[in-house]
């Protein structure tokens, strides 16, 4: 099978204020609006998110972002009035968490300060 492209997606109950977020989050607003009821972005990071309308499965989804430096992801969050919960340290890195306006969870990690070695 040859694969195109990959999308990662998550559940909105209200369009408008989960567009408001990402353009925020990701600092541009969407590529394109394919259909009524999705919205994405092209290459985020090398990444393709959309974010599509459907209330019974709103809050559900789980979407993982590295950013280089936690403390800077932290001053921009903040900035558009986000704060980051759950704080945690390991050998290599740093988690911490977020939540979109309908409870879909965004762990933010900040890469290993040294090669991982299992």
Known sequence: MHI?????????????????????????????????????????????????????????????VVVPKMDQAR???????VSIVGEKQGDYGKIAQVTDPDGNLITLAEPPSRPFHT
């Open 75 to 81: 001053r921009s969050l903040e900035e558009i009035g």
């Open 4 to 64: 195109q492209a990959i999308y990662a997606a998550l559940a909105t109950a209200n369009m408008d204020r989960a567009e408001q977020f990402y353009t925020q989050l990701f600092e541009r607003r969407p590529d394109d609006r394919p259909m009524d009821g999705l919205i994405q972005w092209r290459g985020v990071a090398s990444a393709n998110i959309q974010i599509f309308h459907d209330e019974e499965h709103a809050g559900s989804g789980r979407m993982t």
